[in-house]
């Protein structure tokens, strides 16, 4: 049994503040660890800076979320783009898995790799149990990666929060915050390709 580190709801996790034993791992020590199956797809973990942390457990409002967002995005995006939805993005020091994001290109074209930070420009994670987690370790190394834009769908405050990367920083803009009865734009290359009530894309 692999041990994997419980606490993750910081940006960063000095040693001391992990339970023992852990293990910390470089993003490619991960993918050897998968490649000779040492674990598996279905394993409930992901590396967020460097550690193997559990997933959180998903309930229907989660799934719901995830697949309103998915479709309606998917409905918008212009050829040259695809969503993707709890599939792997590789960082220099994470694997984390977004509930959905854009990715370039088309699916053939990572037949052999996990798409990285500058084939991303929008990452979702939808937030019930995870929020702290969301808030912290994922939108730090979201930031630090270089990922322009961050969401989180905060279903516990019914909200949608857009965190934007200035360019040249590795820290997000505090959110904007579009509550239930506002209009959400998607923006591509900032160009807007349609527009949703919040109410619509929330359970």
């Known amino acids: 049994m692999i041990p994997i580190a419980t606490r993750a709801s910081n940006p960063v996790l000095p040693a001391e503040s992990v339970p023992v034993p852990v293990w910390r791992l470089r993003v490619d020590q991960y993918h050897q660890m998968i490649d000779t199956g040492v674990m598996g797809e279905d394993d409930p ?24 967002l998915r479709d309606w995005i998917a409905a918008c995006l212009p050829p040259g783009w695809f969503v993707d939805s709890q599939e792997p993005l590789t960082t220099l020091d994470s694997e984390p898995e977004p509930d959905v994001m854009i990715v370039r290109g088309v699916r053939r074209d990572y037949g052999h790799r996990h798409p990285g930070p500058s084939e991303v420009p929008l990452v979702i994670e939808v937030a019930d149990t995870s929020l702290q987690r969301d808030r912290g370790i994922k939108q730090a190394l979201y930031a630090r990666a270089g990922i322009p834009e961050y969401w989180i769908v905060n279903l516990p405050e019914r909200h949608i929060e857009i965190y934007r990367l200035p360019e040249g920083q590795s820290v997000y803009l505090a959110p904007q915050v579009f ?23 929330l359970p």
Not at 46 to 66: D, F, I, S
Not at 181 to 201: I, N, R
């Open 45 to 68: 973990v992901e590396l967020l800076t460097g550690w193997l942390v559990p997933k959180m457990p998903k309930n229907p409002a989660h799934r719901l979320a995830t697949q309103l």
């Open 179 to 201: 509550k239930t009865d506002a209009d959400l734009t998607l923006f591509l290359s900032g160009k807007p390709l349609g527009s949703l009530p919040v109410a619509q894309l």
